[in-house]
Structure formats: C-alpha cells, structure tokens
C-alpha cells in the first residue's frame, strides 16, 4: 500500500526524535514494521490515512512527549497526494535500515545519521530532484560512517 505526504512528515518527525533519543532501543520493532511497510509491494487496494502512526501507535509510550502526535488521527483535508515515486520509499527504508543497525547501540552514531536524514522525507515530497541536496546533506555521515550510505539509492532511482 502505498503512502500520502502526510505519512512523510510523519517520517521526518520520527526520526528528529530518534536525534533526540539515540538510545530507543524500545522502537526497534516499530521501525522494523516500517522498514516492511516501505519495501512491500504497492497494491491496488486504495490508500489508507495515517499509516505510520497506526504502525507507531502500539509501540509508542505515553511518557515520550515528543511522539504524542502518533495518537492523534488526522482528517485531512487538503493538499493530499500519494507519494508514487518508488525512489522515495526505497530511500526512506534505507534510512531506516541504517536506524535499525545502530539504535541502541552507537547513540553517536545514531544522532549523526537522524541529523544528517531528517529533512530527507521532506525534501521526497517537496523537491523534483532532491539527489544533490540529500547528498550534501549526508555527507559529513558518510565520511565518518558509512561511505555508501544511501550511494545506490539515489544513483539507481529516477525523480523525473
């Protein structure tokens, strides 16, 4: 099933408080659920609202504050539109695959790429061709990580 732009913001809004939180271990599986949400198949079986934050809501505590908006149902009600490109989701789940490898485990390193990626959702729905921004804006991580993170991602997938 595919996603709207509101799914994105809610994306980036995840990961600003995984920079907050390097240390959440508690939300692996959530992140893993999302990671299988973006990497599945798109069907024809229409579009469903709020999409992340229903994957959130059952892993999500009520003392973390910054992810009080995974409770609100959101109507929306203008300037929808469902997010076709499948570059955009293949970049989000490798974000969120590099998420899964560190979270809990290198609160540094964790801090470093939620820095680096957090505008990446936005720039997904907003830009036409986003890949020289996202690379510029990864590029300190990559240097000091991972070389090729998000490389074939956005070397293979066209935003035309």
Known sequence: MRL??????????????FRSNPAKAEYLPAIEKITRHLDSEPSQNGIEL???RKILKPYTSAQDEQ?????????YTANIFIIKNEA????????FKELLLYLGNDPERVY????ASHN???LLIDEKRPE??????IKE???????EFLYEELKQHNFN
Do not use: G, H, Q
Not at 67 to 75: A, D, P
Not at 88 to 95: E, L, N, Q
Not at 141 to 146: F, I, L
């Open 4 to 17: 709207i732009n509101y799914d994105f913001y809610d994306m980036y809004a995840l990961i600003t408080f």
């Open 50 to 52: 709020n999409t992340i």
């Open 67 to 75: 992810l009080s908006w995974v409770f609100t149902e959101n109507k």
């Open 88 to 95: 955009c989701y293949m970049i989000m789940s490798a974000i």
């Open 112 to 115: 470093l790429l939620c820095d």
């Open 120 to 122: 990446i959702p936005l």
């Open 132 to 137: 020289k921004v996202i690379t510029s804006m």
């Open 141 to 147: 991580y990559r240097k000091r990580y991972n070389s």
